[in-house]
Nanobody, 125 residues
């Protein structure tokens, strides 16, 4: 069993930056694929970024070059650095984890077994 707790959300002006963190409990953390999804008001939850156990990273096209995902297996944490924020980045950001996701499914939220409660990111002037 894995428990995930996100932190770091908040209100930021367009062009600003935030760092989201997700702390995980449970064993074998280093084997898990870790991901961030987000859900904007009135929209479906969507993939943002993921990092596999080999540190390979994946990004949704609209955040490439602006967001950076990283993991610290010693601390059981995954971090998402957000920069160049836009109003359309507003939403609830969720951390997700799974031990057995294949590469072709890494963007599919249905494949993740473990989820955090979410943290709100609001980009507004």
């Amino acid at each position: 069993q894995v428990q995930l707790v996100e932190s770091g959300g908040g209100l930021v002006e367009p062009g600003g930056s935030l760092t989201l963190s997700c702390a995980a409990s449970g064993r074998s953390f280093s084997r898990y694929t870790l991901a961030w999804f987000r859900q904007a008001p009135g929209k479906d939850r969507e993939f943002v970024s993921a990092i596999r156990y080999g540190y390979h990273t994946y990004y949704e096209d609209s955040v490439k070059g602006r967001f950076t995902i990283s993991r610290d297996n010693a601390k059981n944490t995954v971090t998402l650095q957000l920069s160049g924020l836009k109003p359309e980045d507003t939403g609830v950001y969720y951390c997700a984890a799974d031990a057995s996701i294949i590469l072709s499914s890494i963007r599919d939220q249905r494949q993740y077994d473990y989820w955090g409660q979410g943290t709100q990111v609001t980009v507004s002037s």
